[in-house]
């Protein structure tokens, strides 16, 4: 089973090369992010055509989040649900279905923008929100992954330099807490399991030619619990993925599952 999550900073931009990609890297599910899409406006057609079936939650042209799967999507909802306050109560960032026996869950989290800000806080109580669902919901031993763009550099060998940063989000000690915290729960980093080494990016910046300089930073993530991380055999960052044509700033991160 392969499992994938990109960050495509507009579907509508970046439809055809969703589509191209899908047709070469043939995941069973792929969990996107910044679609930009309300709901009535989100391609299911062109998918259904290439043999997925998807789901998608989005307001209007920021945010977005689906999921597309060819193992089936059962039992689809979106956000912490109705008795949970949200600190991004506006946004569509969080949606999870049932994916080949996996609960899969699709995750944009905030920006957070500055430090300190009002934004930044209000990433750290969201964090809280998903950490507090997590353990509401589901057991470190069930099946469970959770993937997406965290806005995160979980470790200083995640970023290009950690000079250019300082004092800058996606590497403050709360967000990698954050993380931590996740990880302390019971999801593992997939990713830095199969790799241990540094320059492994997944997002650069299209200013200053940062992908060419491999100036990046690795803040998509696919973690899982045990049952699931047990299960993986190979990953990889799709680099191919951020050259040619208007890419996303983001490549999509690859996982394979043994059977």
Not at 53 to 80: M, R, T
Not at 91 to 100: F, I
Not at 152 to 161: I, K
Not at 221 to 243: C, G, S
């Amino acid at each position: 089973m392969r499992i994938a999550t990109w960050n495509v900073n507009s579907l509508k931009a970046r439809l055809e090369r969703v589509e191209e990609w899908l047709e070469y890297a043939r995941p069973d599910v792929l969990c996107l992010q910044e679609t930009k899409l309300a709901d009535k406006n989100f391609p299911a057609l062109a998918f259904s055509a290439l043999g997925y079936e998807s789901v998608h939650f989005g307001y209007n042209q920021w945010n977005g989040v689906a999921i597309l799967s060819k193992v089936g999507i059962e039992d689809p909802a979106n956000g912490f649900g109705k008795d949970v306050e949200d600190p991004y109560a506006e946004d569509a960032r969080m949606l999870a279905a049932t994916c080949g026996g996996i609960r899969v869950v699709s995750v944009y989290v905030p920006n957070g923008r500055e430090v300190p800000s009002e934004f930044y806080d209000r990433k750290l109580a969201w964090f809280d929100r998903l950490a507090e669902w997590l353990e509401a919901h589901h057991g470190a031993k069930d099946p469970v992954v959770v993937t997406g763009d965290f806005n995160v550099a979980p470790e200083d060998r995640d970023v290009w330099s950690t000079a250019a940063f300082v004092g800058s989000t996606h590497v403050t000690e709360p967000e990698r807490a954050a993380i931590k915290r996740l990880e302390h729960w019971g999801l593992v980093d997939t990713f830095r399991r199969m790799y241990d080494g540094e320059n492994l990016y997944s997002y650069w910046d299209y200013r200053g030619g940062d992908f060419h300089q491999g100036r990046g930073m690795r803040i998509d993530l696919v973690l899982a619990t045990e049952p699931v991380a047990e299960r993986v055999t190979w990953a990889i960052v799709d680099r191919n993925a951020r050259k040619g044509k208007q890419p996303s700033d983001h490549a999509p991160v690859v996982v394979d599952l043994r059977d």
